[in-house]
């Protein structure tokens, strides 16, 4: 039976932590200390916090979402202490234009959010899912190395006068054999070979990357879920296991419009009174997950409402009925609205699409949590 609960706001950096501890009874949290960043010192920390308050005391420590990651989360778990990552979004502002901001005074902000619970924690993944989303983000990585070696590419090719007079599209072989059959002078010849051998060493990796992606997608435990999200237009393997090593346990939001809501799609608002101002979406929570969602959108804007294509068949080929079912209703639905905001409406392409991911994400969390109805 705990009688006394101590709460531990910790200011983490790579190099060293700020400590404060705070009790309700309380009227400021303790003076600061200050430590290297080593786990094992904020133990001894606890330790002399129960010395002093008696064993009896409950000690629940917490630290913003930062650079530090979950390492010291799990670090403390692994020792039966109780931590908290908190978001640093949901935490009080300080009012006022002025604001004071120090390592000392954001630690014992910390701890009384942890005693007030004036924040919401962050979801923890497994290490599986974590060691997956690392994996995941490095291509996302590679795949922006790539996009910038193509554009420096055709940046130095405009630069020296070299037009491509094929089709439109860069980037096919067509375009590429052309590339390589271009003569230039000295040096000029030996910088664009250095730009096309750095293409072709990304490509070749992006793919081994993506072929690996599969074989993890292929995995427990992500077979089934992959399969089933891989039913929605605009979804294939790389997204869908994306959604499910960013997001994690879908089961911790109540309803739909709160997973909307942690991807940041749903609109802002400004209101007093009787005036009512809408805004544009929040764009908080998870950005990764909003972007590949607004991303899969864009498919719904091509194509006959109830099309079916060969490779979206395929895609659904081996789910259960139910599942299929379902997708095939979102698919249809969501592809009408498009087109009814668009040419309906006149709204914006970009407008609608985001709308558009907004509903698919209510979709994906129906799927998820097994409330197809």
Not at 34 to 56: C, E, T, W
Not at 131 to 160: G, N, S, T, Y
Not at 188 to 199: H, R
Not at 251 to 267: D, E, H, K, T, W
Request: with cysteine.
């Amino acid at each position: 039976m705990y009688y006394n609960t101590a709460y531990v706001g910790m200011d983490v950096h790579k190099e060293s932590f700020t400590l404060r501890y705070f009790m309700v009874e309380m009227d400021t949290p303790s003076a600061p200390v200050r430590i290297p960043a080593d786990y094992k010192l904020v133990l001894k920390y606890l330790d002399s916090i129960r010395n002093h308050l008696g064993d009896d005391v409950r000690i629940i420590c917490g630290y913003e979402a930062g650079c530090l990651g979950y390492t010291l989360y799990r670090q403390l778990v692994s020792h039966n202490q109780e931590c908290v990552i908190l978001a640093p979004s949901t935490m009080p502002e300080p009012k006022g234009k002025k604001k004071i901001k120090t390592d000392n005074r954001d630690a014992g902000d910390i701890a009384t959010s942890l005693a007030y619970r004036t924040y919401k924690p962050v979801h923890v993944p497994t290490e599986q899912d974590e060691q997956v989303k690392e994996f995941l983000r490095m291509r996302d990585d590679h795949k922006q190395a790539l996009k910038k070696i193509k554009q420096q590419i055709l940046a130095f090719c405009l630069r020296h006068g070299l037009q491509y007079e094929g089709t439109k599209n860069h980037w096919t072989a067509t375009h590429l054999q052309w590339l390589h059959s271009l003569a230039l002078e000295a040096v000029y010849q030996e910088t664009l070979e250095e730009y096309l051998l750095t293409y072709r060493q990304l490509a070749d990796k992006l793919e081994r990357l993506d072929r690996r992606i599969e074989e993890l997608a292929a995995g427990d435990p992500y077979r089934d879920h992959v399969k089933k999200l891989s039913c929605f237009l605009g979804i294939k393997t790389y997204t869908a296991l994306s959604v499910l090593t960013e997001v994690g346990d879908f089961n911790r939001f109540p309803i739909a419009n709160q997973f909307a809501s942690y991807l940041g799609l749903v609109p802002g608002e400004h209101s007093s009174s009787d005036n009512r101002n809408r805004l544009g979406i929040t764009k908080a929570g998870n950005r990764h997950v909003r972007m590949l969602l607004i991303e899969a959108a864009q498919r719904y804007g091509r194509g006959k409402v109830g099309y079916k294509s060969n490779a979206l068949k395929d895609r659904q080929a081996g789910n259960e009925p139910a599942v299929i079912a379902y997708a095939d209703r979102a698919n249809e639905r969501l592809r009408r609205r498009y087109y009814h905001m668009v040419l309906g409406n006149n709204k914006k392409a970009n407008v609608a699409k985001v709308a558009i991911a907004r509903e698919l994400a209510c979709f994906i969390w129906g799927m998820m949590t097994g409330k197809m109805a």
